[in-house]
């Protein structure tokens, strides 16, 4: 058997604080908004990158750290598989700009588009991948996100998007690593939070681009007790196809979103909180790239070490669901 372990962990936070006060001080004209968005998320602040960075260059300071930290060169990369939903383009694939860039001149490469989900289902991808494959032997996988690009000033939601990027490198062995993953999603909310024009759907006009289509809208708002009902149900059912018991698990990352909904999560699952680590106070919303930015954090924290049991846990719009276990090697 060969199994996908993690071997290193990278994030990069970019330079340009936004604090919620900053905010208070554009949304003045709402009463009381940038309050309530704070107690219901736990934000306290974001990171931006300069206007003129892309989304691989976001990327990219993460991957090297992961390298780094692996001890590994970007010549050794078999694989890039990049997360996202604020690509730097509609095609090609970001992954391919961020190989370019990393200098990873043997490495193969491809886009995943499921929003938040993208990480776990990266992390996921690549496990199979390599345990199908003898000869991709050392992935690199990164979420990263851009979204503060793909909206506008003056959109009060501009609260949650924080940039950022997460990065793992992953090597086969003999011996989990990784555990199992999960999916699960529901197609009817996809009209409810996206980019709506550039596409397909709506190719992108000077009509569409002064009405705002072609940026990051919410034309409908999600039920706020969604997440709070299907995270628990896609925990169980990694730890039942897994064999493991939650109770076991020594660190969940869920999407860093809304820090309420993650502790409501915990209490339904029966396992204390402080197991649940987040980052959203620090970082803002990191969408595509809050789970490895999450994982690389907890990992430098100390809470989790050689030998932990992690589960994550991830949804996106559209609405896109991921999970996967790995015990740390």
Known sequence: MRYANIISTGRFVPEIEVTNDMLRERFKHIPDFVDKMEASSGILKRWHAPENWATSDVALPAARQALERAGRKPEDLDLIILGTDSPDYITPATSVVLQHKLGAKNAGTFDIGCAC?????????ASGI????????????????????LTTAAD??????????????????????????AFQADGSYHDYWGIYSGGTFEPATEDSVKAGR???????RYPPELNEETWPVLAQRLAREGGFALGDVDCFIFTQVRKPTIH??????????????????????????????ALDHAIEQGKVKSGSLVLMVSSGVGYNQAGCAFRMP
């Open 214 to 220: 072609t940026a990051c809208t919410i034309k409908n």
């Open 264 to 293: 409501r999560v915990m209490e339904r699952l029966g396992v204390p909180v402080e197991r649940a680590h987040t980052i959203m106070e620090e970082y803002g919303y990191t969408g595509s790239a809050c789970v490895g930015m």
């Open 156 to 181: 009060p939601m501009v609260f949650f998007y924080g940039d950022g990027a997460g990065a793992a490198v992953l090597e086969t062995a003999n011996s989990p690593g990784f555990i199992t993953s």
């Open 117 to 125: 989900a993208s990480f776990p289902t990266g992390l996921s991808a």
């Open 130 to 149: 390599m345990a199908a494959n003898p000869g991709i032997k050392t992935v690199l996988v990164v979420g990263v996100y851009l979204m503060h690009k």
